[in-house]
């Protein structure tokens, strides 16, 4: 398996390796929203904590992760990553997602998440994973919309940048399974017309 950082593109989203020109696209869309940002990930990414969270992606960068931005209408509102890619076993995760709530709710994620997934699995991955915390119930239903299976629950497996011991909810799609996910998620992208 070899992930590339390249664009991604379909007729609802772009996706476009995270870079400098998005910062203050993205930071205006974390700031619409505090309240997810104080209750539910690991690290903030609002006013001081949106630069240290910026440097993690682009000043020191995993080389096992590769951020994107969700470009949508030429506007960055949010962005996702593959995360912990492991060429040796052909696995990764998609995660670190957020989305300005005005974009929430509609096609923008199923089209980037059927993008990742799709590059995922043609070059070369057995398993694409999701990785949620458990009391984010909108996002878990959303991961469970895409078609992944949920696994089990990782219990106080992270602490949140508030000091907050997090549960995690661990869902996979396998390469087998892919194309049936595939058409499902093609069908409900297209009711969006």
């Not at 000043?59 to 996702?80: E, I, L």
């Not at 990553?81 to 199923?110: C, K, M, Q, W």
Request: glycine share 6%; proline share 4%.
């Amino acid at each position: 398996m070899q992930l590339e950082a390249k664009v991604l593109e379909n007729r609802f989203v772009r996706l476009e390796p995270l870079a400098e020109r998005h910062k203050e696209d993205l930071r205006a869309a974390c700031e619409a929203d505090p309240a997810t940002w104080n209750d539910l990930y690991i690290v903030s990414m609002l006013g001081a904590g949106f630069d240290l969270g910026w440097a993690m992606f682009l000043n020191a960068p995993d080389p096992r992760n590769k951020a994107f931005a969700v470009m949508v209408d030429g506007v960055c509102r949010g962005m996702s990553s593959f995360l912990d890619i492991d060429n040796a076993h052909n696995t990764v995760e998609i995660g670190f997602t957020y989305y300005d709530p005005a974009v929430r709710g509609g096609v923008v994620n199923p089209s980037a998440k059927r993008l990742m997934m799709a590059q995922a699995f043609e070059s070369g991955a057995q398993r694409v994973q999701y990785r949620v915390d458990a009391i984010n119930a909108r996002s878990r239903a959303a991961v469970l919309k895409l078609g992944a299976v949920q696994e089990g629950i990782l219990r106080n497996d992270k602490v949140t940048w508030t000091g907050r011991l997090r549960s995690t909810v661990v869902f996979s799609i396998l390469a087998d399974e892919w194309p049936a996910v595939r058409d499902r998620l093609d069908q409900r992208i297209a009711a969006f017309g």
